[in-house]
């Protein structure tokens, strides 16, 4: 008997791939983290946390005890939802922290931020459906919900996040409702700034008049190095239809792949549980043990957030006084509160894609700004890290940067 030969798809194509890949790229920062892989880049690029602060002894022992104490369960499949006692910390926590109200069966643990971004693009998004954002936004919210076919409006802001005023507008200009409102309200990615706490009020209100749901994203909430902590939209009076989101990876690790949806409203959160299973059945049974286990150690989770907030408010001060001290005339940048980033603008007629080429020769490199912006081209901006440089390399770099935009200036290309 002979082994019939694949035939080809009729149009010669074996692999014919969904229309809902045509806009998938490869997100701009992880293939600049190759260029600042070499050795010796000072690198303002990642959004990567200082791993030097990272809480390893502690996670040790959390991981230790984990396997000492509940291991078969820790290494067994689980159940989506979550693992019961870490929801319930989640709770507590946010009441702390936040003043959200909310209960563990509105608790879904995922498997970091980003799959919740997936998620609810996969529950809520129809090809066509819009989302509002900030413009600039973050890339990684505009590539997950890309792959549901999307649209975007933009909505206009400035040092105090979006405008209602314009929110109000594209509301009412709107054609189709919009599906989402999707906000970074604490010291955005990439901008670094933070919605003030009128505007919350404000947009709450907007959101609530209006029936469109609000996706707080809140990675760095609790990366405050100045100003006053303000509430989180979901914990503001008459938030309805909120669905709110958090991670560890700011505050203890990315690479447990640990963070979490509230989602108050039933019928969308028993749509995203079976998504969700369909994605990865659920998190890791293991991180999730391991992230309770720390969190239950008796104040070493706060010890750690107050060890890493004087070294980071350090850092942005440092990178603050090194643009002032370096950068020509005709730049400006943003001053946050809090998060990873800032976000600089170079004078008109600087392409931050091109500089970045003079900048990599000078071994120093950011993102160029260009991806996050949102309906248009803006060449002029760029995203700086200063989370994960120490003190000498974000002068050094800063320095370096400030040469790198003189000679683009003067000609250099
Ligand atoms: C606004 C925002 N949302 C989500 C994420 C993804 O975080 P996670 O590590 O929890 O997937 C990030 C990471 O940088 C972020 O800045």
């Given amino acids: 008997m002979s082994l019939a030969a694949p035939q080809p798809a009729f149009d010669g194509h074996v692999f014919r791939f969904a229309q809902r890949t045509g806009r998938l790229r ?70 702390r922290v936040n003043h959200i109200a909310c209960t563990p069966d509105q608790v879904l643990i995922i498997s970091g931020s980003q799959q919740g971004l997936d998620l609810i693009g996969k529950v809520l998004l129809d090809p066509g459906d819009t989302v509002i954002i900030e413009n600039p936004a973050y890339l990684g919210a505009i590539q997950a919900f890309d792959a549901y076919q999307a649209q975007y409006v933009n909505v206009a802001t400035d040092d105090n996040g979006i405008v209602t005023a314009d929110l109000i507008r594209v509301l009412r200009e709107a054609k189709r409702k919009p599906k989402l409102l999707y906000l970074v309200p604490n010291f955005q990615n990439p901008s670094g700034i933070t919605l003030s706490l009128q505007r919350r009020r404000d947009v709450v ?79 890791s049974s293991f991180t999730q043990r391991a992230v309770y286990a720390y969190a239950c150690q008796p104040g070493v989770f706060e010890a750690h957030v107050a060890e890493m907030l004087p070294v980071y408010a350090r850092r942005r001060d440092l990178m603050l006084e090194s643009l002032a001290r370096f950068m020509p005339e005709g730049t400006s940048w943003t001053r946050p509160d809090g998060g990873l980033f800032l976000w600089a603008r170079m004078p008109e007629g600087v392409d931050t894609e091109e500089l970045l080429e003079l900048a990599s020769r000078r071994l120093v490199a950011f993102v160029p700004g260009r991806p996050f912006w949102v309906n248009c081209v803006v060449r002029n901006t760029m995203r700086l890290n200063f989370s994960n440089a120490s003190d000498e390399m974000i002068v050094e770099g800063i320095l370096r940067l400030g040469e790198a935009v003189r000679a683009y200036m003067a000609g250099a290309k």
């Fill in 205 to 283: 209100a907007i959101a609530a008049e209006h029936g469109i749901p609000i996706y707080e994203d809140d990675p760095y909430g609790r990366l405050r190095y100045s100003g006053e902590h303000l509430p989180s939209l979901m914990s503001i009076a008459g938030s309805r239809n909120c669905i709110y989101m958090s991670t560890v990876s700011k505050t203890i690790a990315p690479g447990m792949r640990v963070a979490w949806l509230v989602i108050p409203d039933r019928e969308v959160f028993e749509r995203v549980v079976p998504a969700k299973q369909a994605a990865d059945l659920h998190t």
């Fill in 26 to 95: 490869a997100s701009a920062i992880r293939e600049i983290l190759k260029v600042t892989a070499m050795p010796d880049v000072i690198s303002f690029a990642g959004g990567l946390p200082a791993p030097e602060l990272f809480p390893i002894e502690h996670f040790a022992k959390a991981c230790h005890d984990v396997l000492a104490h509940d291991g078969a369960a820790a290494l067994q499949y689980s159940v989506t939802e979550g693992y019961p006692p870490l929801r319930e910390w989640i709770c507590e926590y946010l009441a």
